[in-house]
């Protein structure tokens, strides 16, 4: 995978709405057709609850898993194409799921709090100053005891230096010290629609609870 920010990280100005969407044109490597084990695993167990929010959600698939739950939820990105196939994707299936153009960064717009807020490889693209506007941007949309599920890249072989987006478990905590319980940083494994990544690659999943 790429160390360009993800799909749903990127600058909502036009010439960044313009190469969103032109990554959609073909298989980005997080887009797996399906959910992340280690998110189905959650919606498996009863673990989610409504309304959810799916952060970065490109064409649907955590969206879509929760609503077939009965769930809720909403799905966000900043890519027109993604969320043109995820609407399609809902009418497939006969799910009733919303979607909506949105700046990740700017979560306190859309005016609404969530039980449940679900980022698949969204965290971890970003760095500095745009980590905390990101985390404060979820802070902002998740309820009062809420959760937040983060999934995110390891600092672990082996993932190939330059290219992921690795974190520590440090790094997570220390990006959620202020107005968040860290609950859990579990070790999973992250899909990838990339050939030689068939294996997957190490990651976490972090359960947070918002205070």
């Not at 698939?61 to 994707?89: N, P, S, V, W, Y």
């Amino acid at each position: 995978m790429s160390d360009a920010p993800p799909a749903h990280t990127a600058a909502s100005d036009g010439a960044g709405q313009q190469s969103l969407d032109a990554l959609y044109a073909a298989t980005p490597p997080w887009d797996i057709g399906r959910p992340q084990p280690a998110l189905l695993d959650l919606a498996d167990n009863g673990v989610l609850r409504g309304p959810l929010l799916d952060v970065g959600c490109g064409t649907g698939e955590h969206t879509l898993m929760a609503a077939r739950l009965g769930l809720e939820a909403t799905g966000i990105d900043l890519a027109a194409t993604a969320l043109t196939t995820a609407r399609r994707k809902a009418r497939d299936r006969g799910l009733t799921a919303h979607f909506v153009q949105h700046d990740v960064l700017d979560l306190a717009a859309l005016e609404d709090r969530f039980q449940t807020v679900l980022d698949s490889l969204v965290f971890h693209g970003f760095h500095g100053h745009d980590r905390a506007r990101y985390v404060d941007s979820l802070h902002a949309v998740t309820a009062p005891g809420g959760q937040c599920f983060v999934l995110s890249f390891r600092d672990e072989p082996p993932n190939r230096s330059g290219r992921v987006h690795k974190v520590t478990p440090d790094e997570i905590r220390g990006a959620f010290a202020e107005g968040w319980q860290v609950d859990a940083i579990d070790p999973v494994t992250v899909d990838s629609s990339l050939r030689d990544l068939a294996d997957g690659i190490r990651g976490w999943r972090t359960r947070l609870t918002r205070r």
